[in-house]
């Protein structure tokens, strides 16, 4: 709440005025980007995998290889929905219930990252599959990575739970980091593409949110700048080392060969 004391100039009201209006300003950008998070993931989930697997039913699609890849859907889809939930609360200002749910949402993390790379290991080591073209146990390292990050993000979005702006964009980015198996799965390239595809967008949006931020706020954040770095770094990093010796010995012991 601002006041306004009878012993200020003109020049000086004036100018808590406008920082005023300044304040409102970023956290009505603030809100856009964040809305727009709270959206846009649900949404593209459901269209990446619309055909899939939540509405599989009403296509000619392979069967489910195991019964485990229910488990890992359903954990990932709560996921979501915990995500667009949360930021819903912030909005309807009711952060008490936030910041309990965020106690459960610990627990939830910890549950994507195992039920994730039980699911993986299943479907890449055990089963072998991949997308055409590609060995199996190199792109296991996709899978991985993506919990690798997912725990920097989400551990460093706890650690800065008491300021908001840390909060929110490393939670933002926990998202992104779960985009790239959406658009994979969203054909509007040629497959020779669909890498650059499904990892580029995210990359591109986790740029163009930094930007947008930067630009509203005037002012670089460098928390979460040094988290879009290690988002958009890590893609050339991980397709390169997933196709190494070392990578691909590890995951032949992981795998008992």
Not at 167 to 181: I, R, V
Request: hydrophobic letters at 55%; aromatic letters at 14%.
């Amino acid at each position: 709440m601002y006041t306004f004391s009878f012993d200020l100039s003109r020049d000086e009201v004036e100018e808590k005025c406008m920082a005023v209006n300044e304040n409102l300003l970023k956290r009505g950008a603030d809100r856009k980007l964040y809305l727009a998070a709270a959206i846009g993931f649900p949404l593209l989930v459901l269209i990446g995998y619309f055909r899939t697997y939540y509405f599989r039913t009403f296509f000619d699609v392979k069967p489910l290889a195991t019964s485990f890849v229910h488990v890992h859907a359903v954990v990932m889809t709560v996921w979501v929905i915990y995500f667009s939930s949360q930021i819903a609360l912030i909005r309807s200002r009711n952060v008490k219930l936030h910041m309990s749910m965020g106690l459960a949402g610990i627990a939830l993390a910890a549950i994507v990252v195992v039920v994730g790379m039980v699911a993986a290991y299943d479907a890449h080591l055990i089963r072998g599959t991949a997308p055409a073209g590609i060995d199996p146990r190199s792109f296991f390292l996709i899978p991985v990575s993506d919990m690798l990050l997912f725990i920097i993000f989400f551990s460093g979005a706890i650690y800065y739970r008491k300021r908001p702006t840390e909060h929110k964009s490393l939670m933002l980015l926990t998202a992104l980091n779960f985009l790239p198996a959406a658009f994979g799965r969203i054909p509007v390239v040629p497959p020779k593409f669909m890498i650059l595809w499904a990892f580029g967008m995210p990359s591109l949006l986790a740029i163009v949110s930094l930007v947008w931020h930067t630009w509203k706020h005037r002012k670089l954040n460098v928390v979460f700048a040094l988290g879009v770095l290690l988002l958009v770094a890590s893609n050339p990093l991980r397709i390169w080392f997933a196709g190494t010796e070392t990578w691909l010995n590890f995951t032949a012991w992981l795998a008992g060969k």
